[in-house]
Nanobody, 123 residues
Framework: QVQLVESGGGLVQPGGSLRLSCAAS????????MDWYRQAPGKERELVAH???????NYADSVKGRFTISRDNAKNTVYLQMNSLKPEDTAVYYC?????????????????WGQGTQVTVSS
């Protein structure tokens, strides 16, 4: 069993900052790419930031220059530092990871999701 547990969401004023964390635990052989997604009310889930196992990153245009994704492979944790937050950043933020776990056939990669953490940007 593998779990992704997110933390760090909350209420912040426009222009403020938050740092989200997502820790993976359980039977983990290795972790490949890790992502942050978000879903605002009435909208589809969208990819916010992506980081490979080697540390290469990509961002949605709407967050470039404001958000930074990073990971600590020793802690099986991915972070999202969010600065200069705007009301339109309000959403539930989810982490996603491709994790290789042991099976009777050998290690196999599955896609895992966290439970989501609410970020609200409002004055």
């Amino acid at each position: 069993q593998v779990q992704l547990v997110e933390s760090g969401g909350g209420l912040v004023q426009p222009g403020g900052s938050l740092r989200l964390s997502c820790a993976a635990s359980g039977s983990i052989v290795s972790i490949n790419a890790m992502d942050w997604y978000r879903q605002a009310p009435g909208k589809e889930r969208e990819l916010v930031a992506h980081i490979t196992s080697g540390g290469s990153t990509n961002y949605a245009d709407s967050v470039k220059g404001r958000f930074t994704i990073s990971r600590d492979n020793a802690k099986n944790t991915v972070y999202l530092q969010m600065n200069s937050l705007k009301p339109e950043d309000t959403a539930v933020y989810y982490c996603n990871a491709r994790i290789k776990t042991p099976t009777w056939r050998g290690p196999y990669e599955y896609d895992y999701w966290g439970q989501g953490t609410q970020v609200t940007v409002s004055s």
